[in-house]
């Protein structure tokens, strides 16, 4: 337990600090000569009581309360005051304190305060644990019987309509990532942002679906505004994710026995849908993807190998490369190779095999064709007409 005494006083300060410590020697205690002070404990620790004096320079130990009640809504506040700020400390007890001690605070009134406080807090806590555990039991029960009732496999004898019966109707949102590594971080992310969301524009849940994607139920309070939540929605994955995601929605669903097959369909539908990306990340693997190329034409430069490179899917690097460059990923390469092999055409003591290989083509025979597709011309009738002169002209 962790408590806070907040007094102008260095005396009042140390003296309930010693007592505190001699009765109840697992508390930790925290010293502040100000409100100011003390606010900033309240940030940067988590205190169960404050002790705070009623008059002091800068700040009431009243506008300390009612500056922190919203943030701290748990602590347990004690006042302190003198006599002739007795109205000041029933003003403090109906804005929420505890209790009041009066100065000279005494030994045996101060420790029969705290230990009274502490045992209520041990109840709260014990209460609140056991009511996180049913409602953490609960709610990972009904993900785990919603993932099934989703992914159309059977639940048994088990009732989905006890844990459905507040979503009378409601869309489901399905959030789909692309990625070779692990994605436990990035499921995280979704789920937290998809969840704020949800209790946000209404009420619902999310479920994970697979290893990397996530459902998400929403009952609307307002039908028009799914419009909205997919828009935030989408903002904030490319804000936070980064690697390329889908979004699917279905229309309005009135009965948990249709989901199956309305994710079904969106699956089906992901499959042939593009991925969303995060822009500045996707720029980036592409301009690391070209340096590559241009540095290593002249060796295997597959799709699948490139991707790795940057750490994408294949396909999705495919999608994202033709974006970014206004040609697909084989043409881009064919197109640099060529524009290799014409330089080094000019150096009539390469035989053909050697520029083939030089730019990534074991087989002389493929590069020529190659070489003909894109100029109109073979190597040879291209390196003729270089060294007559005419090559410029023509080509």
Not at 48 to 55: A, M, P, Q
Not at 337 to 363: C, F, H, K, T
């Amino acid at each position: 337990m962790n408590l806070l005494i907040v007094d102008d006083e260095h005396v009042i300060r140390e003296g309930i600090r010693r007592t505190l410590r001699n009765h109840f020697p697992h508390c930790r205690t925290f010293l502040a000569a100000n409100p100011e002070e003390a606010t900033a404990l309240l940030r940067n620790h988590y205190i169960h009581i404050v002790l705070t004096d009623i008059l002091m320079p800068g700040m009431t130990g009243l506008e300390l309360m009612k500056v922190s009640r919203k943030r701290h809504p748990h602590i347990k506040w004690i006042v302190i005051s003198a006599y002739s700020e007795f109205a000041y400390a029933q003003e403090a007890v109906r804005l929420g304190a505890k209790d009041y001690l009066l100065k000279p605070i005494g030994k045996e009134a101060l420790i029969e305060r705290i230990g009274r406080l502490k045992e209520e807090i041990a109840r709260e806590t014990e209460l609140a644990e056991d009511a996180e555990w049913w409602k953490s039991g609960r709610k990972y029960l009904r993900e785990a019987i919603f993932q099934r009732v989703a992914l159309g496999l059977d639940t048994g004898r088990f009732d989905l309509g006890r844990f459905m019966e507040n979503h009378p109707f409601f869309h489901l949102i399905l959030v789909k990532m692309e990625s070779d590594r692990n994605v436990q971080l990035e499921n995280f992310i979704v789920e937290n942002v998809l969840s704020e969301l949800i209790d946000r524009y209404g009420h619902g849940f999310v479920t994970l679906l697979d290893n990397k994607s996530l459902l998400g139920l929403i009952t609307l309070e307002e039908e028009s505004r799914l419009g909205g939540l997919l828009n935030e929605l989408r903002a904030h994955l490319k804000q936070y994710l980064r690697l390329p995601f889908q979004m699917m929605h279905s229309e309005r669903v009135d009965h948990f026995t249709k989901v199956a097959e309305k994710v079904r369909r969106m699956r089906q539908f992901s499959t042939i849908q593009g991925y969303e990306h995060y822009a500045e990340g996707g720029e980036r693997a592409v301009e690391v993807a070209l340096h590559y190329i241009r540095s290593h034409y002249q060796e295997d430069l597959s799709l699948e190998k490139v991707a790795s490179i940057v750490y994408l899917n294949p396909v999705y690097f495919s999608q994202l490369f033709k974006q970014k460059t206004g040609q697909n990923y084989k043409e881009y390469v064919i197109q640099l190779r060529m524009e290799q092999a014409r330089q080094l055409l000019l150096n009539p003591r390469l035989r053909l095999a050697d520029i083939a290989e030089r730019i990534g083509y074991q087989d002389v025979r493929y590069f020529a064709t190659l070489f003909r597709k894109k100029y109109g011309a073979s190597p040879s009738e291209y390196r003729q007409a270089c060294i007559s002169g005419n090559g410029k002209g023509i080509f």
